[in-house]
């Protein structure tokens, strides 16, 4: 399997893996606020856990998103840049 073959499945899968944690952020979130007490009364307090999974896991899928987003940026390693400067060089040549 050729390496951009592997890179593409890498990205691929990472982005689901996003995908889902984000998924899974929202639905507790839903569960929080959906939470209700024993005498069917919607009840925020009672679902605190839910709020701090929602939280964690949302700030799980931002962090994920932004390594797999930093995948995009990176310049090819083997591709050299050469940058040279007029500095100190004779112009009237």
């Known amino acids: ?30 569960v929080f606020v959906t939470f209700r007490d024993a005498n069917g009364v919607v009840d925020a307090q009672g679902g605190i856990n839910h709020l701090w999974w929602a939280l964690a896991l949302a700030v799980i ?5 932004f390594f797999v987003s930093s995948v995009f940026l990176r310049h090819d390693t083997e591709d050299e840049l050469h940058i040279t400067s007029s500095i100190g060089r004779d112009r009237t040549k």
């Open 61 to 65: 899928a931002c962090a994920g998103g």
């Open 1 to 30: 399997m050729s390496f951009a073959r592997k890179n593409r499945t890498n990205v691929s899968g990472s982005i689901i893996a996003v995908v889902v944690v984000a998924a899974i952020s929202l639905w507790q979130f839903y």
